[in-house]
């Protein structure tokens, strides 16, 4: 049972370089979330997923950008890259109606 | 804006002891989350607490939900060493979104 998957685990960019990260989800749900993790800070919305086809900006949108490829799919992207977006990088997912996330392994990436 | 506070942030606690958690949130939630972190790892989903005074139990954690006090505990019973993580209390918002506290480190020390 996969649940969400998340790839790549690690990476390294430099400023200015642009990277998607990709996450997809087994679970037959429909709504799909990026949230951003800092020391000390939790984890703060990028962008959510209510339904394929549709996207929504959350809390700390800027230098980031989405796409709902499918109900399974759901990547963000990274066009210029800052070192202000070091960070850690989790995928989730959870039915509609405000049920409880399921999260993918993070993505551990370093801007320098 | 919806805001979530946590206290302790920070918690360091002897096995065997007993403490709470504490979680308040600043708009009107009828559920609120408890998530699990181990360090290095990702969010596992503890508790899911989803009406005025609901109160769930699992081995030593027991959470619980007062929607009209917008206040949730996370209550530690005879801390053992394997309970050191971090926990975050979440409250969900339209289109199950949620916004997370800041979480509390919990190091139990034998």
């Known amino acids: 049972n996969a649940g969400v998957t998340q790839t790549p685990k690690f990476q390294v960019l430099k400023t200015g370089q642009s990277m998607t990260l990709q996450c997809a989800q087994d679970?037959?749900?429909?709504?799909m979330y990026w949230y951003r993790q800092d020391p000390g800070m939790g984890l703060r919305l990028i962008y959510y997923?209510?339904?394929?086809?549709?996207?929504d900006k959350g809390e700390v949108p800027n230098g980031y950008n989405v796409s709902r490829l499918n109900k399974r799919e759901f990547s963000l992207r990274l066009e210029s890259a800052a070192p202000s977006q070091t960070s850690v990088y989790f995928c989730?997912?959870?039915?509609?109606?405000?049920?409880?996330?399921?999260f993918g392994q993070g993505t551990r990436l370093t801007v320098v | 804006e919806l805001k979530v506070e946590q206290n302790p942030l920070f918690l360091s606690m002897q096995e065997g002891k007993n403490y709470t958690i504490y979680c308040n949130y600043s708009?009107?939630?009828?559920?609120l989350y408890w998530y699990r972190q181990d360090p290095g790892k990702s969010l596992e989903s503890l508790f899911v607490?989803?009406?005025?005074?609901a109160v769930k139990q699992e081995g030593r954690l027991m959470a619980s939900l007062d929607t009209k006090a917008r206040l949730s505990t996370l209550h530690i019973t005879a801390a053992v060493h394997d309970l050191s993580a971090t926990y975050f209390c979440?409250?969900?918002?339209?289109?199950?979104?949620?916004?997370f506290g800041d979480g509390t480190t919990l190091t139990v020390k034998p």
């Open positions: 708009t009107t939630s009828d559920r």
């Open positions: 989730a997912s959870s039915y509609p109606g405000g049920t409880e996330a399921f």
């Open positions: 679970m037959n749900h429909n709504s």
């Open positions: 607490l989803l009406s005025n005074g």
């Open positions: 997923s209510a339904s394929e086809g549709t996207t």
């Open positions: 979440a409250v969900p918002l339209l289109a199950g979104k949620s916004t």
